[in-house]
């Protein structure tokens, strides 16, 4: 049996069994009121026949008298009168007289007269008035005992007890009384059950509802299901109820966001406002086509995706997934850069076998003066050369492997990369990761540009970078030969969304996401990425700055000079 069937059963049943208790308790105390109606109505008629003047006058007499007056005699007397006139007159079961013996004087059976009264006439008889409820000759009945005292000129003095009055109503009379009670309260009850079952079950429908039909087994397993899938997984996870609140965010994204946003106001949440517009959709769909939206918080680089969440066509919020991309996108670009020299390394490598087997061939002809010549360009220029000219001038072997593979890179596309005349970093990069995000979007938008635009006067499209540390600060320099922004609002390419990928002839180069993350990872280090001179058509191009603080770590460089270990430098293009 489910547990919502049996909750209900257990509704109803105690309902039930309230209704019962208090339809019996009503009941009984019905019950009770009418037979203390009847005891009251009994000892009022009762003291009204005592103190009638013939009655206690023709009874005073009987109880002086020598004995009891014949049944006969007593039938057709004044006191049986008055206790038949007041029977007949109150529908009384019985008015029954008796003398100081407690013998009857009048009765609803004649036959019954003269005889001693079924029931203890002792009270009445000592002065005192009671009630009763007890089954006498005429059946069960509830009813009263009164004295009768002498008049005024009585032998027995006045005020002396003389006899007694008993009045009986029959109990059937008062259990019809009860019937109309039992009918009200027994309509009552049905009503009272049918409005608890009809709340139980509405009750059931709203559990049902809240619970999405799950059982509590269902809702405990889900739960720790919950529990450990939240806690078993590196990305972040925030739950939006359907009243705005954060409902659950577990310790990825306590982590990542730096706060812990449960029962917070999701429109109001103290996180990037990029993060909140994701939930601000119509429809149930992924950001970015399910690609997730980038956005720098902190010290991470994070990638957000929200989904709708519905059950049985009920909206019931919004999931938020937060993934941390910091470590795999300086991952990426250094497997990028090492894939990059691995190409240049296997095509020098083709290039210099191709040279040998020259040289073999002269040999081979006896053209030993020509094979002796090629061997000397070879000994000039040596076998494989870097990329990049002057890689020297960069103290940190990250940066000079970096630029080396970009400039593989840019060459294969018919760009020339090359050091500014005012390149010098003389330390280590403390954060290699953020300077290769920063230098690299600059470094791919200017190529971009310079394989866009136009070249320059001699036929070369270029891309110069210049690099200098200034004690922590790392400045950066990025110029091309291409087009420039050519009406574009520098401004403009550091707002999230804005891209410059489109056709080359209207927008030269650039990814609006590479700019507005670059920006947002130069000033979480205290600097800043700007446009120096958005260029000319014709060229020169665009030419780029940024700033960031803290990247250089010259403790390293002092302690590797001290050691006398200090970074390898980067091979020129004489080997």
């Known amino acids: 049996m489910r547990f919502s069937t049996r909750t209900l059963l257990l509704q109803v049943g105690a309902v039930a069994l309230a209704v019962v208790l208090a339809a019996g308790a009503h009941l009984w105390l019905a019950y009770e009121r009418l037979w203390t109606e009847a005891e009251q109505n009994a000892l009022t008629l009762g003291r009204a026949v005592a103190s009638d003047p013939v009655l206690r006058r023709t009874t005073a007499q009987i109880a002086a008298g020598a004995g009891t007056p014949p049944p006969a005699e007593l039938a057709s007397g004044p006191v ?28 609803p059976d004649p036959a019954r007269l003269g005889e001693r009264v079924s029931t203890p006439p002792d009270v009445a008889l000592s002065g005192r008035e009671e ?65 608890g079952v009809v709340a139980s079950l509405a009750l059931r429908r709203r559990l049902a509802r809240l619970t999405l039909g799950l059982e509590p087994e269902d809702i405990g397993t889900l739960v720790q299901d919950q529990e450990a899938v939240l806690r078993g997984i590196d990305e972040g996870v925030v739950g939006v109820g359907r009243d705005g609140r954060v409902t659950v965010a577990n310790d990825a994204a306590r982590r990542f966001l730096g706060v812990d946003l449960t029962g917070e106001r999701w429109d109001s949440a103290s996180v990037p406002a990029e993060l909140r517009e994701l939930t601000a959709g119509d429809v149930p769909a992924e950001a970015d086509g399910g690609t997730g939206r980038q956005l720098v918080v902190g010290e991470r680089v994070l990638v957000a995706s929200a989904r709708r969440v519905v059950h049985a066509r009920e909206e019931l919020g919004w999931v938020v997934m937060l993934r941390d991309r910091t470590e795999l996108r300086g991952l990426t670009r250094q497997l990028d850069a090492v894939g990059a020299l691995s190409e240049a390394l296997r095509a020098q490598r083709h290039e210099f076998s191709n040279q040998v087997h020259t040289v073999a061939g002269l040999l081979d002809l006896g053209e030993v003066a020509e094979a002796r010549s090629v061997l000397g360009r070879l000994g000039a220029t040596g076998p494989l050369s870097f990329p990049l000219e002057q890689a020297e001038l960069l103290g940190d072997p990250s940066l000079q492997a970096f630029l080396g593979a970009k400039g593989i890179e840019a060459s294969e596309r018919g760009v020339v990369l090359r050091l500014g005349a005012e390149t010098l970093v003389r330390n280590p990069v403390a954060a290699a990761q953020d300077v290769t995000t920063v230098l690299g979007n600059l470094v791919d938008n200017a190529v971009s540009a310079a394989v866009a635009g136009s070249p320059d006067p001699g036929g070369e499209r270029w891309v110069e970078v210049e690099l200098l540390d200034d004690g922590p600060t790392l400045h950066v320099v990025v110029a091309d030969s291409g087009d420039g922004l050519r009406g574009i609002e520098p401004e403009q390419l550091f707002e999230r969304g804005f891209t410059t990928a489109l056709p080359a002839a209207e927008q030269p180069g650039g990814h609006g996401l590479g700019l507005h993350l670059s920006r947002q990872l130069a000033r979480r280090h205290g600097g800043d990425v700007w446009v120096i001179s ?21 403790e390293k460089a002092d302690r590797d000079s001290r050691l006398g270990r200090a970074g390898p430098r980067g091979r020129t293009g004489n080997g």
Do not use: C, W
């Not at 008055?82 to 009048?106: I, N, P």
């Open 80 to 107: 049986m009168a008055a206790a038949e006139s007041a029977r007949a007159s109150t529908g009384a079961l019985f008015v029954v007289v008796t003398d100081e013996e407690g013998l009857r004087l009048a009765h």
């Open 131 to 195: 009630t009763t409820r007890n089954t006498g000759t005429l059946g069960p009945s509830v009813g009263a005992k009164v004295p009768v005292y002498a008049p005024a000129g009585a032998p027995q003095g006045e005020g002396s007890v003389v006899g007694e009055v008993s009045v009986g109503y029959a109990r059937s009379g008062v259990a019809e009384g009860l019937g109309a009670d039992a009918i009200a309260v027994g309509t009552t009850a049905v009503l009272a059950l049918a409005a």
């Open 534 to 554: 958005p260029g000319r058509p014709g060229g020169p191009g665009a030419v780029f700055g940024a700033r960031v603080v803290g990247l250089t770590d010259e």
